[in-house]
Structures are given as structure tokens and as C-alpha cells.
């Protein structure tokens, strides 16, 4: 059985940690959103870019250049909706879509990667092509996918359960909770 003599504990997100202790340790959005107000730091951006934004004011050099702000979405579609209704530019996954690729493609319909991609891509194609487009990519969309860096919760489950393949979500989510609150590097010095 091994011990935790000596092991570090997670300090709490505030303004005495520098940057590179910041990013040394696993931080839900919620926390890094609470640090960014103490400290006056815009929150929007996603996790990612806000980490880099409160490593920077933590210690105090620039923040990187903030990414060109999109567009909003715009027009959005509204019921009733069929295969011929085009898609406009900015569109969402929404619920009106949801519902309209239910009802044509069945119970199974979800929005993953491709149908999310088709969605926002597809402007000036019709529902019916993204019913097509769903049919096309099942095949690809069984494959395991890449999940995102900013999904770390995600792929920690994926990973865990290949290698429990009979463990129990309890299991994992203690194991994730292990995880999380050990630091990601050798500490700072």
C-alpha cells in the first residue's frame, strides 16, 4: 500500500500562485472564472485561453493577444422546419434541429463531431443534405475520436474504462478526483 507522507496538496486558486504554479494543477472552469474576477482578468474565451490570460496576470506580463472576435450566430432557424429549409450562416445545433434530425433519422440521432461541423459549416445547404451527411459519416463517427485537450475530464473517463473495462462510473470518478488534485509537473522553482 503505498503512502502520502511528503505528497503535495492542491493549493487554492488565488493571487500568491504564479503561472507556472497555476498551470501545474488541474482547475475546473468555475475556479479559474472566480480567480479571473479577483484579480480583474476578462473570463471569456473558453478554459484554455482564459489559463493563459490568469498565468500572465499572475505573473505579471502581458496576456497573450485575445483571439478576433467571431461573428454572432445571427439568424437562427425556428419551427417548423423541413428538408428543404436552408441552413443559414452562424446556425447552431439547436433544438429545432435536434428535433427535426430526430424525427427524420430516428432515436439514435445525436449531435457529434461531424453533424456539429456540418451545422456550422453547412450554410446555404438544406436539412435534407444534413440527413444525408449524417448517414455518410456513421462509419468514421464509430471510430474513436480525438477528444479535445479542453475535454480532459472526458478523456480521462475513455482512457480509465479501457483500462477497467469492468469498473463502475463511482470508480472512475474517484479515480478522476485522484487525478485531478495531483499536480500535472515537478513543482515550480
Same mark, same amino acid.
Given at each position: 500500500?503505498?503512502? /502520502?507522507?511528503?505528497?503535495?496538496?492542491?493549493?487554492?486558486?488565488?493571487?500568491?500562485?504564479?503561472?507556472?504554479?497555476?498551470?501545474?494543477?488541474?482547475?475546473?472552469?468555475?475556479?479559474?472564472?472566480? +480567480?479571473?474576477?479577483?484579480? !480583474?482578468?476578462?473570463?471569456?474565451?473558453?478554459?484554455?485561453?482564459?489559463?493563459?490570460?490568469?498565468?500572465?496576470?499572475?505573473?505579471?506580463?502581458?496576456?497573450?493577444?485575445?483571439?478576433?472576435?467571431?461573428? *454572432?450566430?445571427?439568424?437562427?432557424?425556428?419551427?417548423?422546419? *423541413?428538408?428543404?429549409?436552408?441552413?443559414?450562416? !452562424?446556425?447552431?445545433? *439547436?433544438?429545432?434541429?435536434?428535433?427535426?434530425?430526430?424525427?427524420?433519422? !430516428?432515436?439514435?440521432?445525436?449531435?457529434?463531431?461531424?453533424?456539429?461541423?456540418?451545422?456550422?459549416?453547412?450554410?446555404?445547404?438544406?436539412?435534407?443534405?444534413?440527413?444525408? %451527411?449524417? %448517414?455518410?459519416? =456513421? =462509419?468514421?463517427?464509430?471510430?474513436?475520436?480525438?477528444? !479535445?485537450?479542453?475535454?480532459?475530464? /472526458?478523456?480521462?473517463?475513455?482512457?480509465?474504462?479501457?483500462? %477497467?473495462?469492468?469498473?463502475?462510473?463511482?470508480?472512475? +470518478?474517484?479515480?478522476?478526483?485522484?487525478?485531478?488534485?495531483?499536480?500535472?509537473?515537478?513543482?515550480?522553482?
Amino acid at each position: 500500500m503505498s503512502s /502520502n507522507v511528503g505528497a503535495e496538496v492542491r493549493p487554492e486558486p488565488s493571487a500568491a500562485l504564479s503561472g507556472d504554479e497555476l498551470a501545474r494543477w488541474y482547475w475546473t472552469l468555475a475556479e479559474l472564472t472566480a +480567480l479571473a474576477r479577483d484579480l !480583474g482578468v476578462p473570463r471569456g474565451g473558453g478554459k484554455v485561453a482564459l489559463t493563459e490570460r490568469l498565468r500572465a496576470a499572475l505573473d505579471g506580463v502581458a496576456p497573450p493577444a485575445a483571439p478576433p472576435r467571431t461573428r *454572432s450566430a445571427g439568424r437562427q432557424l425556428t419551427a417548423p422546419v *423541413s428538408g428543404a429549409t436552408v441552413i443559414p450562416e !452562424g446556425q447552431r445545433c *439547436s433544438q429545432v434541429l435536434r428535433e427535426y434530425f430526430r424525427r427524420e433519422i !430516428g432515436p439514435a440521432f445525436h449531435f457529434d463531431s461531424p453533424m456539429r461541423t456540418f451545422v456550422a459549416e453547412g450554410a446555404g445547404r438544406t436539412l435534407a443534405d444534413g440527413v444525408v %451527411h449524417w %448517414h455518410a459519416t =456513421r =462509419r468514421a463517427a464509430a471510430q474513436g475520436q480525438e477528444i !479535445g485537450s479542453q475535454f480532459e475530464l /472526458n478523456r480521462f473517463l475513455r482512457d480509465w474504462h479501457a483500462e %477497467h473495462p469492468a469498473g463502475r462510473r463511482t470508480e472512475a +470518478l474517484a479515480a478522476w478526483r485522484a487525478h485531478r488534485d495531483r499536480p500535472r509537473g515537478p513543482a515550480a522553482g
